[in-house]
Structure formats: C-alpha cells, structure tokens
C-alpha cells in the first residue's frame, strides 16, 4: 500500500496523505489487489477518467513487489508480486510475533470512561457493554502507541448510602459484610420507607423511626464531611471495591483510576465558580443553567438550593482530566440514552471555551436483550457473577460434547471460564457498539459458528501445529520459500493477514471493537477452509511444509495478538 502511494505520488498532482484513502482493494481479487479510481485526475488532466487510467499504466514503471499494472475503464488496478508481497508480510510478523501491529510511542494521552457501577450495589449485567468495549478500546489505543488512562467513574456519591445506613441503623451493621448484605439492608429500608409513607407499617416494624430522616439526615451529614459518616461511606466503599474488582480480575480487566462522583466532590466549588464567572448561566424556575437552544434545550447546572447538579461534576471530570493528563481525546463508552447529556456537557465547555469541548468523544452503545442465567428469575435481577458462572457450567458442558479429542493433562475448568469469557465477550463485541442486539447461549458457545469458542478453537489448532512441527523438526527459521504460497487460499490469509494495522487503526478510528472482532473471524475461517488441506506434517514436498508452517504461525500471531486485544482469553491448548 505504502508503495503504491509512493509510486503513484512521483506521477500525479496529489499529496500521499490524499491518495491513501483512494486506493481500494476490488471485491473480486481478478481485478487486483488495489485500485485506483481516476475520477479525481479527469479535471486536472482535462481528460476522461479511462484516459487518466490509460495514461498512469504507459508511464507508471512498477516497484518490484508490483507484478503488472492494467487500466480497466476509468481503474488502474495494480496486481501484486505474491512470492515477494509474501515473504515481506511473513517476514514481518514472524520477526514481530505477539508485537505485531505495535505502534511506536505517539507521545499522545487517551482518557477513557467506561464500566461505572455503583457502590453498595450489584454489579449488574447492565453494566457489561461499557465495560467490554472500554477494555477492549483501552488495550487497541495502548498497542498502536498511545498513553492510556483508563478511569472507572463510579457512582460512589447519592442516597443509596443513606438507606444502607438506614438498614444499619435500624437492623444492625454486619460484621465482615458483603455486597449482598448492603443491598439487603438497602432493600429493606427501602420497603420500610415504603410502608411508612403508604401508612402500611407491618405490625413487626411499627415505632420503627423515619427511614427517609434517618437517610436525610445521615446524607447531610455525608456532605458536610462529618467524620463518623465519611467512614461508614469509606466502609462501603471498600466492601465495594473488593467485590468490583474480584469480576474484573475474572475478565482481566483493569483501570488506571476508580475515581467515582465523591472525586469531584471539593473541586465543586472552584469549578461552579468558574461556571459563573464565563457569564453562560440564566435562571429558570428558580435554578440556574444554560440555554443551549434547540433541540439542546435548557440544561439545569444549580438547583435552587444552590446544589451543584450532575452535569456540573462532568464538567469538574473535564476540567481535571484536561490538566491532569493532558489528553488528545477524553472517550466516554455510556449508553445511547445519555446521548443528551453529553451533547449538553460539549455544548456549555464550547460555551465556557474550555478546550476540553473539542477532546470529548461520547461513544453511545445499544441494549443487550435476552441476557438470562439460571438464576435471574428467581433472583429478579441478573447479577454478573451469575452471568459468568452459568458461562463457566455451561461452556463446560459444551467443550466436552464438541471437542472429542481433548488433551488429557489439560485443566477443563480453566478452558471452560476462558472459552465462557470468549462465548460472552465476542458476542457483544462482534455487533457496531449502537446495535441492539439478542444475546443467545447456543449460538453463542457453538464452536462451529462465528463466536469467540470457534476463534479460540482455530488458535489452539494453530498452536497445536506449530507444537507438532517442532517435535519433527520442521522449522522454517533458515528460510521458506514463498513461491508455493501463491494460490488462492494462500494469498487470501497472506492479504488479509497483512491488513492487521490497518484494521486496528479502523477500529480506533471508529471506536468499534466488532470491526477487528469480524476481521478475527474472517481469519478463522480461511484457516478453516485451508487447515485439512494445507498439510505440514506427513507432506512429502518439504520445502512446501516449511512455507505452510511459516504461513500458520503468522497467521496463530496475528490471532492472538487479536484475541487479546479484544480482553478474549487466548487459548493455545483445548
């Protein structure tokens, strides 16, 4: 591609950064491996665009990984050298193994926002998308080069803890508690506050006091910084914390910083003031805020009590992640229903000219529908730990139906919590982030379908290979010879293999996970169609399995490099 451009940049009057995105690779390989459309010379040449394509294939002189060059109505098609174009990529990879498509230092800042569930609360299943496509973002922009700075915000600031306080109050505080245990006092308090406002206090509750003072009350005193309240909120913080991170460590997710609401909390005043100060604030019904006209509308930033409300501790999060790390982009991965919100927050920073406004990037995502485990209807609520543990049973059982010759020294609990984590992630990975889509287990956990097992399947087969290989002492480190990887199945892995970087860019680019997850499939399934065919070991033609064995190990790099970047457990045995 790039010498291509290089080429192309000494004969027409256009700059390389222009011509890149001109060149197409033609759906049908017979018309080559790029193209250019001449339609952009016909002015400047003043000749028809067949001409301009005419004229390019006379004068172009072509590199030598470019086979022949043709001109096909207004296309130039360029036809690549395949033995040389090969030995190039594999060359590439093999040498890069697991570093493949690793950028060099961009000196450039990423700060994402993603996951955000809330303390003395289950971590629900609702929670996963954000999670997922912010994890898998956060290791793509830290592999091409940038800096990353992944935060969970969580919500760690809000009346919740004045009804956990309440049912501790009321029922006891437990001891060595749980998250379970805060929800149930939760829970309860809540029902009580309930009856005493419906006047139905059940007869073992009655004299019981006010759950909605004793919740007020303790809140007030949360936000005045009253010590014995800041610790029961520190306590159920960390009981929290402990139980957040135990399923992120069960994904292999991590963050750089849980800084949640409560971060912002005495950054409020300095930053309300500097709100004040731009002179963007009008008053509406007793509250402050700023019009921002159609279809915007009026956001409310101050109550009428003078209380900060939460578009207002966003724009603390911008002003102190623009002066703290000093980014190039400030991702947020939130649902589509807050698109809203966040059109608000750019709007008032462009108003305030916080250039902050200008780094912001919402990435808004659909609904996840039938999402079920054994033990949601009982529960009334769909939990991730169930949703993991269900992945875990039920990929076990599906491991063992579909793989019939499973290494006998082999862990099948550890292949089944990462073939379940692989079953789950792709699925919501493998859809554009805004698409609602219907989450099913048989279709997720088929090893013969387009999901995370088959692609998992396909790299332990690669692996499996590369072992088999070694033990007859084929190896291709003295060289191969690219000239028997020219057919087509060959050339389709070695083109599509060679797109890596440019596929991750992509991804980047366009803040979509499923474009590399599709990428990954469409890798394993070539190798599928190739894998009974292409024979290394029992070949007789030794110079054609040494070719093959270096094709299926860049190819078992590239897969997994992928894997991970997506947060997929990577299997090489299974």
Avoid at 18 to 24: N, R, S, T, W
Avoid at 197 to 224: H, S
Avoid at 517 to 529: I, Q, T, V
Wanted: glycine share 6%; with cysteine.
């Amino acid at each position: 591609h790039r010498t291509i451009i290089d080429t192309l940049s000494a004969l027409i009057p256009l700059d390389p950064e222009v011509i890149a995105p001109l060149l197409v690779r033609p759906k049908d390989i017979k018309q080559g491996d790029f193209a250019l459309p001449c339609f952009v010379l016909a002015k400047t040449w003043k000749l028809s665009p067949a001409e301009c394509a005419k004229k390019l294939v006379a004068e172009l002189k072509p590199p030598p990984s470019i086979s022949r060059v043709e001109s096909v109505g207004p296309y130039l098609n360029f036809f690549i050298d395949r033995s040389t174009y090969a030995k190039d990529v594999l060359t590439k990879i093999l040498t890069a193994k697991l570093n493949i498509g690793k950028g060099q230092d961009k000196n450039e800042t990423i700060v994402l926002d993603y996951s955000a569930p809330n303390i003395a609360k289950p971590f629900h299943v609702g929670h996963l998308r954000t999670t997922l496509i912010g994890n898998a973002l956060h290791r793509i922009y830290r592999h091409l080069g940038y800096t990353t700075v992944a935060i969970n915000h969580l919500g760690d600031w809000g009346t919740q803890f004045g009804f956990v306080y309440a049912g501790c109050n009321l029922w006891g505080r437990p001891q060595n508690a749980t998250v379970d245990e805060l929800v149930t006092l939760y829970q309860r308090a809540n029902k009580l506050r309930k009856a005493q406002d419906q006047n139905e206090v059940p007869a073992e509750d009655t004299g019981k006091p006010n759950v909605n003072e004793i919740a007020r009350d303790y809140f007030r005193r949360l936000e005045a910084g009253e010590p014995q309240a800041r610790e029961f909120w520190q306590w159920c913080l960390d009981i929290s914390l402990d139980y957040f991170k135990t399923m992120y460590d069960r994904m292999g997710i991590n963050f750089d910083y849980y800084q949640g609401e409560s971060f912002y909390e005495d950054k409020l005043a300095g930053v309300q003031e500097l709100v004040r100060k731009s002179g963007i604030l009008e008053e509406s019904r007793g509250a402050l805020g700023v019009d921002l006209g159609k279809p915007l509308g009026f956001a409310r930033m101050i109550s009428e009590d003078g209380r900060s409300l939460y578009i207002m501790r966003d724009i603390a999060a911008a002003e102190y992640r623009f002066h703290t790390f000093k980014p190039c982009k400030i991702l947020y991965v939130v649902g589509a229903p807050q698109t809203l919100h966040f059109q608000q927050l750019v709007a008032i920073l462009a108003k305030m000219n916080h250039p902050a406004a200008e780094l912001i990037v919402h990435i808004p995502f659909g609904t996840v529908l039938g999402v079920s485990t054994r033990n949601a209807t009982e529960k009334g609520q769909l939990l991730l730990k169930d949703l993991l543990d269900d992945a875990h049973a039920r990929a076990l059982k599906a491991y063992h139906h579909e793989v019939s010759k499973r290494p006998q020294d082999l862990d099948d609990q550890a292949v089944a919590e990462a073939v379940g984590l692989g079953a789950i992630l792709f699925s919501y990975l493998s859809r554009s982030n805004i698409k609602d889509f219907k989450f099913d287990w048989d279709e997720a956990l088929n090893f013969q379908g387009d999901t995370g097992p088959y692609l998992q399947y396909a790299l332990a087969r690669l692996h499996s290979i590369a072992a088999k290989a070694a033990e007859q002492h084929i190896c291709y480190e003295s060289g191969f010879d690219t000239n028997w990887l020219t057919e087509e199945e060959y050339w389709d892995i070695i083109s599509q293999i060679s797109r890596f970087q440019e596929v991750l860019e992509k991804t980047a680019a366009e803040y979509e996970p499923y474009l590399l997850a599709n990428y990954l499939l469409d890798l394993a399934r070539a190798f599928s169609g190739l894998y009974k065919k292409a024979r290394v070991m029992g070949e007789d033609n030794a110079a054609a399995a040494v070719a093959r064995l270096a094709l299926f190990d860049a190819l078992k790099y590239v897969l997994h490099t992928g894997l991970e970047l997506l947060g997929i457990p990577p299997l090489e045995r299974m």
